[in-house]
């Protein structure tokens, strides 16, 4: 199975221009900019609903937020520097009981749900 192409969004906004604001060919723009046809469509009619041309990250939504997320990585990061070695069962079970409670207080702030 071959992988999916990503485009920079440098190159989704020029063909995309190319088909909306210069009326070229959908086909045409998509082989002049090596945009996958269904792709290039796929953009145009976002953009035709009022939408942007903005990359998305694939798979799951986060859950947490950016910096307890870099925080997390640089905690595992340190303890797996540590000198004597830590067991990875134990460290994968604090890191999810820790990112359950995190999850949990955002949810539940003053006894209601946020």
Partial sequence: M???KTYGVDKLQKAVDLVVKENQNALM???ETCVTYSTLMKY???LNDGGTVVQHRRGLRLLLP???EQFIVEWITGVQSLV????P???LSKQTRFCYKLVISM???DGTIV
């Avoid at 004597?84 to 067991?87: D, E, G, L, M, S």
Wanted: hydrophobic share 55%; proline share 0%.
């Fill in 107 to 109: 949810f539940f702030m």
């Fill in 2 to 4: 071959a992988s999916r």
């Fill in 44 to 46: 145009v009619k976002i």
């Fill in 29 to 31: 723009a998509s082989i």
């Fill in 89 to 91: 069962k134990i460290l």
């Fill in 66 to 68: 950016c910096d307890v």
């Fill in 84 to 87: 004597c070695r830590v067991n």
